[in-house]
């Protein structure tokens, strides 16, 4: 890969891309002789391939016909064109469909003070960051990444597009920025860095540079249609922190030392630009939501508990990282301190740290964000939102809400309890909607991203309302 210190070459300087140099670095153990089956990160299995990335509009006339969707992300790390046509699709923010939804959050319950409203019509609408210039990037598992702008700042999108259609996604479902603005996005297995995001997404060619070659997050022969929405986070330590579920209810025994020698079933770390991976943190069976607690080194994640244990057990979980190297129980632990039944006769790790919050039993806790914002009264300040998507496994639903947990000075859990809830009808049990991930607007109020009915809303607080 090439250095480089200039994104325009002359006018716009970003000494961040510079950090981007990205030589890759073997993950733990790569290399070594192992009887992985050819599963090892960057080997392919020819049984298992990758997800195959969605259509790109408009390609091949530039660069002849059948230009591979790699080559295109070649040409951009060049700062070349692509021939991606200009007219980038765009989807409507009015009609049928969005007074539909706005219709169903009439039945969203709040605290007193706060109101909830359509923000934008989103299709897929999964983990969101938010820029510097308040451009909202919204991953999704299938092939699209959406930019969401707010042009007038009245607090309802006017535009939501595709983000670098040029390139082929798959499974897009993590987004985190940099202090520096350079926007992460995880996909099932390849993470690819886009400088100056809020600058170039107005085109369909953007300023990209490949952090994990794909094939390279995750040992090929364990890419799995389960648990393989990845997400992300840039640390205190200016280090990429990814979670990575594993593609099991509850592995084998057989696949434990691979997997906590890659990481599958943890969280792993790494330097911007790829190198010196290791294992952060293991246990863990799919986290699909983690944030760093504001000053301080806490990473504090979301975890789901095993499926098929019967509709109350075992509970959902909350769980706080305060060192590298702590182990979270799973899959001894199927959620909680309930033991699983494949494990049962196993001794678990004796400092296998407990959540912080059982949470719901099948609620699917997602995303998670500290409040950093100034809208919402203090006792929200610094206050933990996540998302809960809702129970599949369970014969009565649950979830499908925003919960909050509202911690002491010492950062020990005060109280857990529902902040937005009205997304699962009391009576017909059917979902209206399916709550992923939360983010902090730069005015300080919450973002919730729905991709069940395609959408993301803004809760915003009035104290005259109250």
Not at 114 to 137: E, K, Q, S, T, W
Request: proline letters at 8%; aromatic letters at 8%.
């Amino acid at each position: 890969m090439k250095n480089r210190t200039s994104l325009l070459g002359a006018g716009l300087l970003l000494a961040s891309v510079a950090s981007l140099a990205l030589a890759q670095q073997p993950l733990p153990g790569q290399g070594v002789p192992a009887n992985t089956g050819g599963s090892m990160p960057g080997e392919t299995a020819p049984s298992v391939r990758p997800p195959a990335p969605g259509p790109v509009q408009g390609q091949g006339r530039a660069q002849g016909q059948g230009q591979a969707q790699g080559d295109n992300l070649d040409r951009l790390q060049q700062f070349r064109t692509t021939g991606t046509s200009l007219q980038i699709e765009t989807v409507p923010q009015d009609g049928r469909r969005a007074e539909a939804l706005r219709r169903n959050l009439e039945r969203i319950r709040l605290p007193e003070g706060f109101r909830i409203d359509l923000y934008a019509v989103v299709p897929d609408a999964r983990h969101m960051a938010v820029g510097a210039a308040g451009v909202v990037f919204v991953g999704t598992r299938k092939t699209r990444v959406w930019a969401l702008t707010d042009r007038d700042r009245d607090r309802v999108a006017d535009e939501v597009k595709v983000f670098a259609p040029s390139i082929g996604f798959s499974v897009p479902n993590g987004l985190c920025f940099s202090p520096d603005g350079i926007l992460y996005v995880v996909e099932h297995n390849r993470v690819v860095a886009f400088p100056a995001a809020e600058f170039f997404y107005e085109s369909p060619d953007v300023a990209a540079e490949v952090v994990v070659p794909q094939g390279g997050l995750v040992p090929a022969a364990e890419e799995s249609f389960n648990h393989g929405a990845r997400v992300c986070r840039i640390g205190p330590d200016n280090k990429l922190y990814i979670s990575l579920g594993q593609p099991f209810n509850v592995p084998p025994a057989a696949k434990m030392e691979l997997y906590d020698r890659v990481g599958l079933s943890g969280i792993v770390r790494m330097d911007r630009d790829g190198k010196n991976r290791e294992v952060y943190a293991r246990g863990i069976r799919n986290s699909v939501g983690i944030a760093f607690r504001p000053d301080s080194n806490e990473l504090w994640f979301t975890d789901n508990q095993v499926d098929g244990m019967g509709d109350n057990i075992p509970p959902g979980e909350i769980n706080r990282i305060t060192a590298a190297g702590q182990h979270f129980g799973f899959p001894w632990y199927g959620g909680g301190t309930v033991r699983t039944r494949e494990y049962a006769d196993r001794q678990p790790p004796a400092n296998a740290v407990p959540p912080v919050v059982e949470t719901q039993n099948h609620a699917a806790d997602l995303g998670i964000t500290f409040y950093t914002g100034r809208m919402f009264p203090e006792e929200y300040r610094g206050a933990i939102f996540n998302a809960q998507h809702g129970s599949w496994n369970r014969t009565e639903p649950v979830g499908a809400r925003v919960m909050v947990t509202l911690l002491n000075p010492d950062g020990s859990v005060k109280e857990h309890k529902p902040f937005a809830e009205g997304w699962l009808d009391d009576e017909t049990n059917e979902y209206l909607g399916r709550p992923v991930d939360v983010a902090v607007l730069r005015d300080g109020s919450l973002l919730v991203s729905d991709d069940m009915a395609g959408a993301v809303y803004r809760i915003s607080y009035d104290r005259g309302r109250r």
